[in-house]
């Protein structure tokens, strides 16, 4: 398996051809016939991946970036560190995503890895390794080289992707959906859940919204469990990671590239955007939710129905939308009650004449 990704890789692709995918310019000529071998994020690059800037939050990371070559903007060009090549391009995260495409072409049209695996009339891959004392129920699909721990139990109709791996003593409940995805121990997941699908990544471009190959995966720590009817995306580039101990209710969406931490629960119909860090021993309550790359800090309590803006400090409890401190949101609340009282209403000057 590539590194971090379920997805072959094409490469490597001299930089000429990677600017002929995207219609991005090379300033020095020289350049052009640098091999590269992969993609990666800006803060996760080596010397021979090639990464993107587009957004100014990450111009320190840009600024400290290995990565060997950068799709940037002519604006942006200045704070390229001169041990990195600058590829221009106006729309950096497009032509980044067709970059990916040239690069795992088989993420552009996602898949279980399963449609045209030869399964010799069984539900079991030949080339699935299963320890003994896995139990799989009727109409459980297991994909190529999936690996499941003893103790294990697959149920009725659920699907293993290729490559898959689940540790031991795992719970896999009726029609979960398990792809791109590696598993630790006694990790329990209920009904009707999809983890690894396609994360929601697309870039704006002159025709429309362009699909942003999804080549990340979701690693399951020990321990965690998680509710009936979740999705659980992979990441675009780095992994969608649930930390050991964690708790995750029925109806919760996490999308690409969330990184939670330890022991943390989470209630029904939260949802976390992309790229967001959650610490250890963080709690929200039910329809709960934070907007896309905020750290929220180790032990902070957000009261349900709460919208999550900005980055919030270790130990804090919140609530409200936007949130703030939970005890100014509640007496908030309680003076717009006591403002609409008939009795506290302001009046008019005709009302106080008469």
Request: glycine fraction near 12%; include cysteine; proline fraction near 6%.
């Amino acid at each position: 398996m590539p590194r971090g990704t379920f997805f072959e890789n094409k490469g490597p692709f001299t930089l000429a051809h990677v600017a002929q995918v995207c219609g991005a310019e090379i300033e020095n000529r020289d350049d052009r016939e640098k091999s590269f071998s992969g993609v990666a994020s800006i803060s996760a690059a080596t010397v021979s991946d090639i990464t993107f800037f587009h957004d100014r939050r990450y111009l320190p990371a840009l600024k400290t970036t290995d990565a060997g070559a950068v799709i940037v903007t002519k604006t942006m060009r200045r704070h390229v560190p001169t041990s990195v090549v600058p590829v221009l391009s106006e729309l950096p995260e497009l032509a980044f995503a067709q970059i990916v495409g040239a690069f795992f072409p088989q993420a552009v049209r996602p898949g279980s890895g399963l449609l045209q695996a030869e399964f010799d009339g069984g539900q079991i891959h030949p080339s699935a390794r299963l320890e003994e004392g896995v139990i799989l129920a009727p109409g459980a699909l297991v994909g190529p080289d999936a690996q499941i721990g003893s103790g294990s139990e697959i149920g009725p109709n659920a699907v293993i992707g290729a490559n898959v791996c689940i540790g031991r003593d795992c719970l896999i409940g009726p029609n979960v959906t398990l792809v791109h995805a590696l598993l630790g121990d006694r990790v329990f997941i209920h009904a009707g859940a999809s983890i690894g699908q396609d994360g929601f990544g697309y870039s704006l471009g002159p025709r429309g919204l362009f699909k942003v190959p999804q080549i990340g995966r979701v690693v399951i720590q020990n321990d965690v469990e998680i509710g009936a009817n979740s999705a659980i995306d992979r990441g675009a580039l780095e992994d969608t990671i649930i930390g050991e101990g964690t708790k995750i209710d029925n109806l919760v969406q996490i999308a690409h590239a969330v990184k939670i931490g330890q022991n943390c629960g989470i209630a029904s119909q939260t949802g976390i955007s992309g790229s967001v860090t959650l610490e250890d021993q963080v709690f929200m309550g039910g329809q709960s939710g934070v907007v896309p790359h905020m750290v929220v800090g180790t032990g902070v309590q957000v009261a349900a129905g709460t919208g999550i803006t900005n980055n919030v400090e270790s130990g804090e409890i919140i609530g409200g939308r936007p949130h703030r401190p939970l005890h100014q949101h509640l007496r908030e609340w309680a003076m717009i009650g006591w403002l609409v009282r008939p009795e506290n209403r302001p009046r008019s000057k005709k009302e106080s004449k008469n």
